[in-house]
């Protein structure tokens, strides 16, 4: 399947990061982004979703991060999403380490 490489956009992500006034506006944003999910899902035909996500609101005055998570289609699979999106985040992180090291070993027999 075609990997969809991360997005680097910091100024939407400092958009985004932007906490909700509530816990209640953060309910309300996540509901709708659930129905969004499940109209997308059906109009792609794509039968199992795994969501995990962290809404930032506020509490009381101060800054706060909600994790949820949702599973729409077959939940006996969740953990296996769930274990793949770990493997591939684990897969990058080792890429990226190993590109550092030979970069620098690149680096070490120009000089």
């Not at 956009?9 to 953060?26: F, G, K, Q, T, V």
Request: neutral net charge.
């Amino acid at each position: 399947m075609a990997e969809q490489k991360p997005i680097n956009d910091p100024s939407l992500y400092r958009r985004m990061s932007e906490p909700h006034e509530s816990l209640e506006a953060a309910n309300a944003a996540w509901l709708a982004f659930y129905a969004d999910v499940r109209a997308a899902r059906e109009k792609h035909r794509i039968p199992d979703v795994l969501i995990v996500a962290e809404l930032p609101f506020i509490d009381n005055g101060e800054e706060s991060r909600a994790p949820v998570c949702s599973t729409i289609g077959n939940a006996r699979i969740a953990v296996e999403l769930a274990a793949f999106a770990y493997g591939q985040e684990v897969k990058a992180k080792d890429r990226r380490i190993a590109s550092a090291v030979l970069d620098g070993e690149k680096a070490a027999k120009v000089k």
